[in-house]
């Protein structure tokens, strides 16, 4: 099964106003999609669409909540006028634990027929309840991985809506580094890694990753407000969620259902 775990750290570094810097452990399901069905058979502490300890739900995907994730997402890179065939997709993601999951960014690794990573698309949430969609080609001919794109979703009050980011990922045998790095007109503001350690996905690996990162997904949305009370607290600018035409909270599945 090519479907694996990852595990490894997330740090985050902002560099102005204030300078301010975090880093948390983490874990994340690497799971392809032709083996979806596959999963919750091979790890029965995995249901797919129902509930249970641990849950993959479609509908936890994609702007307009997915009914069936591996053909909707196929159809978002043909309308993007990317051909899909005979490519290996991987969804890297966390998974509802205890009917509760929120996902700040998962990505959709497309491998074409030699391995070779083409494509990323970043799923971006907002505790909102709204998604959004960038969809990356390789800017880089060999090695790592090279894209950028212009920011066009609210995500954090502490940064400003202008600006974009650039996106590096490598990706290797037995690790996949993930680099985000925000700047505005006048300069960085936010640098963002994921460095993961590839794990296999079995029943007693998945109980070692409950066991030592417990709720994760809870202890996201708890650290996310810690770190913006932190920030606000120093004073740095705050800005308002406006209407996006994304689609809104009401949209999205309820934790539990």
Request: aromatic fraction near 8%; include cysteine.
């Amino acid at each position: 099964m090519r479907s694996h775990l990852l595990e490894g750290t997330v740090r985050h570094r902002r560099a102005r106003p204030t300078v301010y810097a975090l880093e948390h452990s983490v874990y994340y399901a690497a799971l392809d999609l032709d083996e979806l069905d596959e999963v919750p058979r091979r790890v029965p502490l995995i249901r797919r669409n129902r509930r249970g300890i641990v849950e993959l739900r479609d509908a936890d995907h994609l702007p307009r909540p997915a009914a069936e994730l591996r053909r909707e997402f196929r159809a978002h890179l043909q309308r993007e006028g990317i051909d899909p065939d005979g490519w290996r997709i991987q969804l890297v993601t966390n998974l509802r634990v205890l009917g509760y999951v929120f996902n700040p960014a998962s990505f959709y690794l497309c491998r074409d027929r030699d391995g070779v990573l083409q494509v990323v698309v970043v799923e971006v949430h907002n505790t909102h309840g709204e998604r959004h969609l960038y969809t990356l080609r390789s800017e880089a001919d060999g090695g790592a991985f090279r894209s950028g794109m212009a920011k066009a979703f609210y995500v954090s009050p502490f940064i400003g809506p202008d600006g974009g980011y650039r996106v590096t990922v490598r990706d290797e045998a037995t690790q996949l580094r993930i680099g985000i790095n925000e700047g505005e007109a006048d300069g960085p503001v936010l640098a963002t890694s994921l460095v993961l350690r590839r794990r296999p996905l079995t029943t007693r690996s998945l109980l070692r990753m409950l066991l030592r990162h417990p709720l994760i997904t809870h202890r996201t949305m708890a650290l996310i407000h810690w770190h913006a009370l932190r920030l606000w607290l120093r004073g740095v600018p705050f800005h308002r969620h406006a209407a996006s035409g994304h689609a809104p909270a009401a949209a999205l599945p309820s934790p539990r259902r």
